[in-house]
């Protein structure tokens, strides 16, 4: 599946050096309590459940699956490129304008983004994606 390019071209489906599939349980403590249960709330908030990154040359597929069923999940899509430490996250259908700045580090274990801009979902993907690391998955 490729993302739909909103509001800047794709990039060209390279590999980069942040290629892989990420995966971050949060416990309900770490979330800092259960979540208020709503239909239809604002994807990326950071609640309690299972969360997957996938990265692969220029585009990401992220889906969060929450830890009760009285909570909906969300997924999402993109594209982004990396230029040194820095990565950038492009072309979401949930902020098809907003562009989310980061800078990223990585080990053969995790990997971990620092927030510089995204004010995407009233800053809600920034603290998604930063708040805890992401475990590299067996095999990828």
């Not at 239809?40 to 309690?48: G, H, L």
């Not at 989310?100 to 971990?112: F, K, P, R, V």
Request: with cysteine; glycine share 10%.
């Amino acid at each position: 599946m490729q993302p739909f390019a909103y509001s800047t071209p794709a990039p060209e489906a390279t590999p980069t050096a942040v290629d892989g599939v990420y995966t971050r349980r949060v416990t309900l403590a770490q979330a800092g309590g259960a979540p208020v249960p709503c239909r239809r709330c604002a994807p990326y908030r950071f609640d309690a459940g299972r969360s997957t990154l996938t990265l692969d040359s220029g585009r990401y597929y992220v889906a969060h699956k929450p830890a009760s069923p009285k909570v909906m999940g969300f997924a999402s899509t993109g594209h982004f490129i990396v230029e040194g430490d820095r990565i950038v996250f492009f072309n979401d259908p949930n902020c098809t304008t907003t562009k989310g700045i980061y800078t990223w580090e990585a080990s053969s274990a995790e990997l971990t983004f620092g927030r510089r801009r995204d004010s995407c979902g009233i800053g809600l993907r920034a603290e998604y994606l930063t708040a805890r690391p992401w475990a590299k998955s067996a095999g990828a």
